[in-house]
């Protein structure tokens, strides 16, 4: 179940990811910060920001975006400039690249197999949000 994020949590996530996120992601985040979304026919599990606002979200927000692309880059075809914002559950990412000190609005799709990255989305907002 998505869930409003504040600002702050928005905030500590660009400092710890070093890069300001994309305005559309942002004001999508804000909103529902998790839900599910899809794309390319696949069910994808949008990663939270961690929220440490009271005890139920910091356990609704344990796969935040920080620690996903953490565990992330730990795959070695995995792009150095890119962040984990969402899973399919089989080891697939939707990711956001880095440009210079901020991260863009295309959504690319990182295949863990191949360790290709291809764009779906010129935003979080073009992909289908399931209810």
Same mark, same amino acid.
């Given at each position: #179940? /998505?869930? /409003?994020?504040?600002e702050n949590y928005i905030l500590d996530a660009e400092a710890a990811l070093g890069g300001k996120l994309p305005e559309r992601y942002r004001g999508w985040i804000t909103r529902s910060n998790g839900g599910e979304v899809e794309a390319r026919k696949d069910t994808w599990q949008v990663h939270p920001l961690e929220d440490r606002s009271d005890r139920k979200r910091f356990a609704r927000s344990a796969n935040h975006v920080v620690r996903e692309t953490e565990q992330a880059r730990k795959w070695p075809t995995f792009p150095a400039t890119a962040i984990a914002i969402a899973s399919n559950g089989t080891g697939d990412l939707l990711v956001l690249q880095q440009k210079a000190s901020?991260?863009?609005? #295309?959504v690319y799709l990182w295949s863990h197999e191949s360790g290709e990255l291809l764009p779906i989305a010129k935003s979080i907002d073009d992909l289908a949000i399931e209810s």
């Open positions: #179940m /998505p869930y /409003p994020v504040a901020e991260f863009s609005d #295309m």
